[in-house]
């Protein structure tokens, strides 16, 4: 089965700084996507990136950017720049090429500080 | 972006009534919808697959007398919470995935359920 895991339950970072959020999975699978979902106090689920597996370029979206380590099975999340409004709660997640069902991490809360 | 509608956003019901949320793709047609549940700072747990046309694959340890689910057709789907309890007061969120392959799901805005 597959697992995901965010060992870093809460995160903090100053206004313009960089901050790094962790997640390392576990699957025996080969080909598969992996997310980040932002779940801001309106508790929207927003899909903030993802990496397709069979992909060795790392994905990034303007602020954000992963850092995707597939023999280490770790997916970090970098955002660049932090605004007030990435305050939210990061889920890491991880599906399979061919499913559909997401499996999710714990979750890290980011507080943003001005 | 697609868009997947969730109503009610809130409801407040009573202890051993039963309350209906539904899940409405907007823009696509869903063969397979998702229905998680999530308590307070916690992850999001799966608790149903919703498939169109046939019965719902249930989550170990999720009863499928209590929480019952409906996908009636391809854009929507029904989650009933039966004689609900305190317990059952929670954060109910679905999803949705158009068509197949490397699309992303999307997420209805939750519906946040009270007991008393």
């Known amino acids: 089965a597959q697992t995901v895991t965010q060992s870093q339950p809460e995160m903090s970072v100053q206004e313009a700084e960089t901050v790094t959020l962790s997640c390392t999975y576990d699957?025996?699978?080969?080909?598969?996507?992996l997310f980040w979902y932002k779940q801001p106090p309106s508790r929207q689920m927003i899909l903030v990136i993802r990496?397709?597996?069979?992909?060795?370029q790392n994905a990034t979206e303007n602020r954000f950017s992963v850092n995707f380590q597939k023999a280490a099975k770790s997916f970090s999340l970098k955002i660049s720049d932090s605004q007030l409004g990435d305050a939210a709660m990061y889920f890491c997640?991880?599906?399979?090429?061919?499913?559909?069902?997401?499996?999710f991490g714990e979750g890290t809360q980011l507080t943003v500080n001005p | 972006g697609a868009v997947v509608s969730q109503h009610p956003s809130r409801v407040i019901c009573k202890s051993g009534t039963s309350v209906k949320i539904e899940c409405r793709s907007l823009d696509f047609q869903a063969t397979t919808m998702f229905w998680y549940r999530q308590f307070p700072k916690q992850s999001l747990m799966l608790m149903a697959t919703s498939n169109e046309g046939s019965k719902a694959t249930y989550e170990q340890g999720v009863e499928k007398d209590k929480f019952l689910i409906n996908h009636a057709s391809l854009t929507l789907s029904t989650l009933t919470v039966t004689s609900a309890h305190p317990e059952d007061s929670s954060f109910y969120i679905c999803s949705a995935r158009p068509g197949g392959g490397n699309t992303e799901a999307f997420f209805g805005q939750g519906t946040r359920l009270t007991v008393v």
């Open positions: 997640a991880y599906r399979t090429h061919s499913g559909s069902r997401l499996t």
């Open positions: 990496q397709e597996a069979y992909k060795q």
């Open positions: 699957t025996s699978e080969s080909d598969y996507y």
